[in-house]
């Protein structure tokens, strides 16, 4: 995989926008950017994926810059249920390896 | 629409005694499989992952094992646990083809005594 890096740990208030940073510098042309979270004691759910356009589902939005080494997810309105490990993975092939992610608290 | 069956949900064995965990997916063909450990305060480790029958890629061996007898079907084994197997381990799917996100299982929490 691309070498990912994200902070250890973030706060944020409860009904603020959480803004989750990831830098990914080796990422290559056709690789793609995934995110995942995992709420304790359960395994990861995906949340969200992207190439290049900036992409929003359901769940988050996700904004990649436009030279793609760097990328945001955002939750537009964090609740306590948010609190979780969020992962930023940029596959590559078949092996899929997860970082230490960031540890996202959100604050009543 | 796919679901991933893992079982059992919790496990507790004694040292040196055998392993073996099971993972189905259903709803789609020819994925690719991995298995995930979870040391407890830890992080996800990639143990072993699968892009077709037979097909197995070891990340880290030591003394356990994974087969996929079956296209939908991967199997974590060992011949003797250590206490350091303890952990919650995790089986995961994606459809074979590029740009396809993971689905993981619910995992097994396994306690070595």
């Known amino acids: 995989d691309a070498k990912t890096t994200q902070p250890p740990s973030m706060d944020c208030a409860e009904g603020r926008a959480a803004n989750l940073p990831c830098n990914h510098s080796t990422i290559s042309g056709n690789e793609y950017v995934y995110w995942y979270r995992q709420i304790h004691s359960q395994g990861p759910q995906y949340i969200i994926h992207?190439?290049?356009n900036n992409e929003t589902n359901e769940m988050a939005s996700l904004i990649i810059t436009e030279d793609r080494k760097s990328s945001t997810l955002i939750l537009p309105h964090a609740t306590l249920r948010d609190t979780a490990v969020y992962y930023c993975?940029?596959?590559?092939?078949?092996?899929?390896?997860f970082g230490k992610g960031t540890r996202l608290h959100i604050l009543p | 629409s796919q679901t991933i069956h893992q079982w059992p949900a919790t496990l507790v064995q004694p040292v040196g005694s055998p392993l073996s965990l099971e993972c189905t997916v259903e709803?789609?063909?020819?994925?690719?499989l991995y298995w995930y450990r979870q040391a407890a305060g830890r992080g996800l480790q990639l143990l072993f992952y699968s892009v077709g029958i037979g097909q197995i890629s070891s990340e880290v061996p030591q003394n356990l094992s994974a087969s996929r007898p079956q296209d939908r079907q991967f199997i974590l084994s060992s011949k003797k646990l250590l206490l350091s197997d303890s952990g919650f381990y995790l089986c995961?799917?994606?459809?074979?083809?590029?740009?396809?996100?993971?689905?993981f299982g619910n995992g097994t929490r396994l306690t070595v005594t």
């Open positions: 995961a799917w994606l459809e074979g083809s590029y740009n396809s996100p993971l689905h």
């Open positions: 992207g190439l290049k």
């Open positions: 993975i940029v596959p590559r092939w078949d092996k899929i390896i």
């Open positions: 709803g789609t063909s020819n994925p690719n």
